[in-house]
């Protein structure tokens, strides 16, 4: 089936969501292929992919090489790209023009976006362009230094209604749905309660209309993942395993053998004229 921003709302309170970042095409393809509903090219691309320590370099040039890539990739999940830092944070008319260029240039279906209330605009604007918008509250990696690290953020009375505040704002602002990051379970919970539009969760308990996950945490590349994660494979290993023994096996000069070259019928006779 293929997924739309009004099918994936129009799961809320149905079946579980399902969301997976994705960089490349061959990823995408295997995430496609699972059936998950939307493939997410996160900004955490800095992170997992570019070897940065956080996302706040990740560029939109950037976000659209991968997310053309990941276009290639994908027949039936919805495509949604991140907006990066500083890509929406001057003005609606830089705003919309950039969130443009994620729906023409890189074939995204809709955009995501980080902050509540103080970005409802910018979430308004881009809805009236016609550019669906997923917003992304809570622990909000561009606000890494704002925040003094990586913190679960909501853990008093005040911080948690600013949370709810700002689920509101987006969703009152016309975003199709929301991420919630690095929230206490129940808050979690509490919000996708009280929301119209579905909450997709990471870190952010069980009760929430959909999870995502980012693939390297999913499949164990990640040298260290957070505790939210949960890891579905072991494919680091399987690398390196495979790594070391291709060495070995070039240095043994046991790869290629006969059965890896290609070998021509009148190969000697060639090689015999050759000078
Ligand atoms: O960039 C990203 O991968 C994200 C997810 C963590 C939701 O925003």
Do not use: W
């Given at each position: 089936?293929?997924?739309?921003?009004?099918?994936?709302r129009a799961q809320k309170g149905l079946d579980k969501l399902t969301?997976?970042?994705?960089?490349?095409?061959?990823?995408?393809?295997?995430?496609?292929?699972?059936?998950?509903?939307?493939?997410?090219?996160?900004?955490?691309?800095?992170?997992?992919?570019?070897?940065?320590?956080?996302?706040?370099?990740?560029?939109?040039?950037?976000?659209?090489?991968?997310?053309?890539?990941?276009?290639?990739?994908t027949r039936n999940a919805l495509l949604v790209c991140d907006m990066p830092?500083?890509?929406?944070?001057?003005?609606?008319?830089?705003?919309?023009?950039?969130?443009?260029?994620?729906?023409?240039?890189?074939?995204?279906?809709?955009?995501?976006?980080?902050?509540?209330?103080?970005?409802?605009?910018?979430?308004?604007?881009?809805?009236?362009a016609s550019i669906p918008v997923m917003g992304h509250i809570g622990l909000t990696p561009q606000s890494v230094l704002s925040f003094g690290g990586f913190k679960v953020q909501g853990k008093s009375i005040a911080a948690a209604q600013k949370i709810v505040d700002d689920a509101r704002a987006i969703q009152d602002a016309g975003a199709f749905s929301i991420v919630l990051e690095g929230i206490p379970a129940r808050l979690g919970g509490w919000i996708t309660k009280n929301l119209e539009i579905p909450t997709i969760g990471i870190?952010?308990?069980?009760?929430?209309?959909?999870?995502?996950?980012?693939?390297?945490?999913?499949?164990?590349?990640?040298?260290?993942?957070?505790?939210?994660?949960?890891?579905?494979?072991?494919?680091?290993?399987?690398?390196?395993?495979?790594?070391?023994?291709?060495?070995?096996?070039?240095?043994?000069g046991q790869f290629p053998d006969a059965s890896y070259s290609y070998n021509v019928e009148a190969e000697e006779e060639i090689i015999a004229h050759l000078k």
């Open positions: 089936m293929k997924n739309t921003v009004s099918t994936f969301m997976v970042t994705a960089y490349d095409a061959m990823t995408a393809r295997y995430v496609d292929e699972c059936g998950i509903h939307a493939i997410l090219v996160g900004d955490s691309l800095g992170m997992v992919v570019l070897g940065l320590d956080d996302t706040l370099s990740v560029t939109l040039d950037d976000m659209i090489h991968h997310c053309k890539a990941v276009a290639r990739g830092f500083m890509t929406y944070h001057v003005n609606t008319d830089e705003t919309v023009r950039n969130a443009g260029r994620l729906i023409q240039e890189a074939r995204a279906h809709a955009v995501k976006l980080e902050g509540g209330v103080d970005f409802a605009g910018e979430v308004r604007a881009l809805t009236r870190g952010a308990g069980p009760d929430c209309d959909g999870q995502v996950l980012v693939v390297q945490d999913l499949l164990g590349i990640t040298e260290r993942s957070p505790k939210f994660v949960k890891r579905y494979g072991d494919v680091g290993s399987a690398m390196k395993q495979a790594f070391c023994a291709y060495k070995e096996d070039v240095q043994a």
